[in-house]
């Protein structure tokens, strides 16, 4: 029997009940059905949102329904919409994911901003500490055409997806590499380093909800207090980098105090906790002065 063609506004409807129904809801504060409904059909028209609004009425053809279906079918069973839809949009970017790595959150995006208004010179030499994506090496790359930069991810698999995204963007200026922190870095002397590494903590049962089951371990989690590789990277980081050069990482709200004395105890001066949209302290940076 052929089914009935919906059009997009009976689309979303059905889609949003389907979600739903699958616990993807209503939190008060975003329709995380609705929204994430939208992008998909969206995806699936290859077309903006705003074409969703626009044209309401229009039906969609048989294919059209029964990618949408899959799609929410995907959701339904909890698998991230980044990963249907194979991108997520962060800073003005487009970005291929994958399973290899972690999927760019929006919170990144203040560290971005950090980074870009630091008084650093016009050809700094930069270092992202566990790219992922090429997120945030790409992003300030996009920002600033001067900058020489390097992002390092211990994923090979991550590698080549940064590396992919660079050429996406015609940023194949920016050289990335696979290294286990700095282990492959060969230059020092950096003007900044920035870092979103793993911060979670080992059994953290935040781990078990959302989008985070779907991502590796290795882009998550980081020992018994989340801090293993946060107190590695700062400990290293003040031989690659240069005189008033910045460290600059991102980590979870809890960790503020935490990671200021570990900055502190490794001899960073200049300590500085930012916090984000909802006053969440979720970047410190440090710079190490001269003597
Ligand atoms: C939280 S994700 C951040 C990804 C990306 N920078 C972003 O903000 O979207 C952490 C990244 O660190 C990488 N990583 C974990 N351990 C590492 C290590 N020992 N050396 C280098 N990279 C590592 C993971 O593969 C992952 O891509």
């Known amino acids: 029997m052929d089914r009935p063609e919906l059009t997009i506004a009976q689309a979303l409807a059905w889609a949003k009940e389907q979600l739903s129904a699958q616990g993807v809801s209503d939190d008060g504060l975003f329709d995380s059905a609705a929204i994430d409904s939208k992008i998909l059909l969206a995806a699936c028209l290859q077309q903006e949102q705003v074409y969703l609004h626009t044209w309401p009425e229009k039906h969609l053809d048989e294919q ?49 901003e950090i980074a870009l208004n630091l008084p650093i010179t016009k050809d700094a030499k930069v270092l992202d500490l566990g790219t992922g994506t090429g997120a ?40 990335f590499i696979q290294s286990d922190w700095f282990s492959g870095v060969e230059q020092c002397a950096f003007d900044l380093i920035v870092t979103n590494p793993p911060y979670i903590e080992d059994n953290n049962h935040y781990l078990q909800q959302g989008d985070v089951r779907f991502e590796p371990s290795s882009a998550l989690t980081s020992g018994a207090d989340g801090l293993d590789d946060i107190r590695l990277i700062i400990a290293q980081s003040k031989k690659y980098l240069a005189n008033k050069g910045y460290l600059v990482i991102e980590h979870g709200y809890q960790q503020s105090a935490q990671v200021a004395d570990i900055f502190r105890d490794n001899g960073f001066e200049d300590i500085r906790i930012e916090y984000d949209l909802n006053d969440l302290p979720r970047v410190t940076l440090g710079s190490i002065l001269p003597k």
């Open 64 to 112: 059209q329904m029964c990618a949408f279906e899959n799609y929410i079918c995907q959701r339904s069973a909890g698998h991230p919409v980044a990963h249907i839809i194979g991108y997520r949009d962060f800073w003005s970017l487009r970005l291929k994911v994958s399973a290899a790595t972690l999927i760019p959150r929006p919170e990144t995006e203040l560290l971005v």
């Open 136 to 175: 945030i090496a790409l992003a300030l790359a996009s920002e600033c055409l001067y900058w020489s930069v390097t992002g390092i991810d211990k994923s090979s698999a991550a590698v080549s997806l940064a590396k992919e995204n660079g050429v996406q963007h015609q940023l194949e200026r920016v050289n």
